[in-house]
């Protein structure tokens, strides 16, 4: 069973910068397996913000931004607004001969 | 602009069959992309179900494969969920979303608003 592993929880001050770690249990991330972020809300949907590591949607404001750091996928917040609190989770594809994907356990982000 | 609803029960016995359909909007499922389903349980994370492209393809996810059924009607421009042999552990928020597969870029861009399954005699 893959686990994808995410901080469970983090705080920012207003302002600040934060970065969210993804790791995958069965090594290093790296970009085959196309890391997604997303944010979500209390009471919405998931909202699409990276995939494919760096590559933002169209709505993902500029200060959100993807990468690869130390073996792991990682969502930076630069400028951190209050508007940012929400839950954030990863996802990574796993190939081979049963494809699938996994999301992290996700990180409760609280700026205060 | 692309647009997904999720429609079906909010209450299932347990033991019996979750069904739910996505109806979608603002694109054709025959233009290339799959549908996705997800689900998370309350106050928990979100769970990867499975996907299915419009050929029909389907990947699963492994932990839910003995029990899911994915299917799509492209005439309807939709796609379904079919979980046998349910039990309170399947209580979740259901999400439909557009999965684009690796082919075009990866990302699961769009989703349904969600539909709660309650799992209950």
């Known amino acids: 069973q893959t686990v994808v592993t995410q901080e469970p929880s983090l705080t920012v001050s207003p302002g600040g910068t934060v970065t969210l770690t993804c790791a995958s249990s069965t090594g290093a991330v790296t970009s085959d397996y196309y890391p997604n972020w997303f944010q979500q809300k209390p009471g919405q949907a998931p909202r699409a913000l990276i995939y494919s590591t760096s590559n933002k949607q169209s709505w993902t404001p500029a200060r959100f931004s993807g990468s690869l750091l130390g073996g792991k996928a990682a969502l930076t917040l630069s400028g951190v607004q209050p508007e940012d609190e929400a839950d954030y989770y990863c996802l990574l594809h796993y190939g081979g001969a049963q494809p699938h994907l996994v999301f992290g356990g996700g990180t409760k982000l609280t700026v205060l | 602009q692309v647009q997904l609803q999720e429609s079906g029960p909010g209450l299932v016995k347990p033991s019996e069959t979750l069904s739910l359909t996505c109806a979608v909007s603002g694109y054709s499922i025959s233009n290339g992309y799959y549908g996705g389903w997800i689900r998370q349980p309350p106050g928990k994370g979100l769970e990867w179900i499975g996907s299915i492209y419009h050929s029909g393809s389907t990947y699963y996810n492994p932990s839910l494969r003995s029990r899911v059924t994915i299917s799509v009607d492209t005439s309807k421009n939709q796609f379904s969920l079919k979980l046998t042999s349910v039990t309170a552990a399947d209580t979740a928020v259901y999400y439909c979303?557009?999965?684009?597969?690796?082919?075009?870029?990866?990302?699961?861009?769009?989703w349904g608003q969600g539909a709660l399954v309650t799992v209950s005699s």
């Open positions: 979303a557009r999965d684009t597969g690796i082919t075009l870029g990866g990302t699961i861009d769009y």
